[in-house]
């Protein structure tokens, strides 16, 4: 999670990507709490890769040690201060590099029921996907072994795009293939990837097999974070999550689910919904406001939203739709 998230930028100009709510929750903290839920085994360690001090600061590394003591782990801290690619960073927590793991790319969601193959060395999660030529896919055998990776295929490899979530049996022969990659200066596109890593354990007969996921919900930029906000509440409310808090207070307002309402939210003449995320502290007066995700105390009055995405402390009142606000702007 060391990346500045630049395509969701305004909102990650002060906040790390993985740290943007979805639903009333960090992406980060989603991610690591599914994955140890579906994994249903007892989590060790839990490392995180972060960037530069100045932006990834104390707070953040105390929110992360927090995360992982819930989960009974404890937390490894590592720091990538330049972008030098994949490998490079997992390499970066070399000394947490032993024994079973999971890799996991923090700006995605999913939904899926972990099932690892006894027999295989790795696995893959992969999504099925329409436009395979937009992502990285895997190529099988006629065993369901993943053989190679292709990155963004013009001719037709397979329509199983790789999500960025790996299972390594030993995570140790993943670390000596990246050692060399590092030693060798293997580089593709000016980086160090994990997929020559990967390409390096196939080549000495490590078996790669895949996982499905049934979900695959990507973070990258504004529209589709809305849009995943908006699954997420879908998904949340089938599972009979609570999702709007005890304290609100509404007057004369209404409330479409799915929606997350935060704690200490004010509904004055507002119709909120569906698919809106409300953080903690926010003020919403005569406004409408469907499929859209509003951060902690923004104060918004005379709007109509739809795929909105609003960061913390803003204060808007007009008459815009779809927009992009980052945090302390004011509109009035």
């Not at 089938?238 to 207070?249: F, I, M, P, T």
Request: with cysteine; hydrophobic share 40%.
């Amino acid at each position: 999670m060391a990346g500045r998230g630049s395509r969701l930028r305004p909102h990650t100009l002060t906040i790390p990507k993985p740290l943007i709510p979805i639903a009333g929750k960090p992406i980060l903290h989603r991610l690591v709490e599914d994955i140890t839920k579906i994994l249903d085994e007892p989590i060790d360690e839990i490392a995180f890769i972060l960037g530069d001090p100045a932006f990834f600061g104390e707070d953040l590394v105390k929110s992360l040690e927090e995360l992982a003591q819930s989960l009974g782990a404890k937390a490894s801290i590592y720091r990538q201060l330049e972008p030098l690619g994949t490998g490079h960073a997992i390499m970066c927590a070399k000394d947490s590099l032993s024994g079973p793991a999971v890799i996991a790319y923090a700006d995605t969601l999913i939904r899926a029921d972990f099932d690892l193959d006894p027999e295989a060395d790795a696995v893959i999660w992969v999504k099925q996907v329409d436009q395979p030529e937009a992502y990285g896919v895997v190529k099988l055998n006629e065993a369901d072994e993943i053989v190679e990776l292709v990155e963004k295929p013009q001719d037709f490899v397979s329509d199983l795009a790789v999500i960025g979530i790996y299972y390594f049996k030993e995570v140790n022969d993943l670390k000596e293939e990246l050692q060399n990659v590092l030693d060798n200066n293997i580089q593709n596109g000016g980086e160090y990837q994990i997929n020559d890593g990967i390409k390096a354990m196939m080549a000495k007969g490590k078996v790669f097999k895949t996982g499905h996921v049934d979900e695959w919900m990507d973070c990258g930029n504004k529209n589709v974070t809305v849009e995943t906000n908006s699954r997420m509440l879908g998904f949340l409310q089938k599972e009979e999550a609570a999702l709007v808090a005890v304290n609100v207070r509404i007057d004369n307002s209404t409330i479409i689910p799915p929606c997350y309402i935060g704690e200490d939210v004010f509904l004055i003449n507002a119709t909120v919904g569906p698919n809106v995320s409300l953080g903690k502290g926010c003020h919403v007066t005569g406004s409408v406001i469907k499929n859209s995700l509003i951060q902690t105390h923004a104060h918004i009055s005379n709007a109509n939203l739809d795929n909105a995405m609003i960061g913390n402390h803003v204060h808007f009142d007009g008459d815009f739709t779809s927009i992009s606000i980052g945090d302390y702007s004011v509109l009035e």
